[in-house]
């Protein structure tokens, strides 16, 4: 069946970096595009970033542009996201999802807090 295991969070103080990882399992991964979401507390859960099958074409929230970076690796069946300048406001649990076979599958997430 379809996993999807998040890892890298923490906490890290404001203006610094984390890289969180996604590895997936059950399906082909190369043939799927991913996404990272994130759920800050009392709001809704937000697109962060999205890559397509080969990581060709990316795309990010505003919010995240310029400070973010989504990559996969195809051979690991691993999808990250380097997170630099990080500000407060990016706190969060952050998902990783792929849609397959048009259901979608979620992690259970990774908590990134930023406070000094």
């Known amino acids: 069946q379809v996993q999807l295991v998040e890892s890298g969070g923490g906490l890290v103080q404001p203006g610094g970096s984390l890289r969180l990882s996604c590895a997936a399992s059950?399906?082909?991964?190369?043939?799927?595009?991913m996404s990272w979401y994130r759920q800050a507390p009392g709001k809704e859960r937000e697109l962060v970033a999205t890559i397509s099958r080969a990581g060709a074409i990316t795309n990010y929230a505003d919010s995240v542009k310029g400070r973010f970076t989504i990559s996969r690796d195809n051979a690991k069946n691993t999808v990250y996201l380097q997170m630099n300048s990080l500000k407060p406001e990016d706190t969060a649990v952050y998902y990783c999802?792929?849609?397959?076979?048009?259901?979608?599958?979620w992690g259970k997430g990774t908590l990134v807090t930023v406070s000094s």
């Open positions: 059950g399906f082909t991964f190369s043939m799927y595009s």
């Open positions: 999802k792929t849609t397959y076979y048009a259901r979608d599958y």
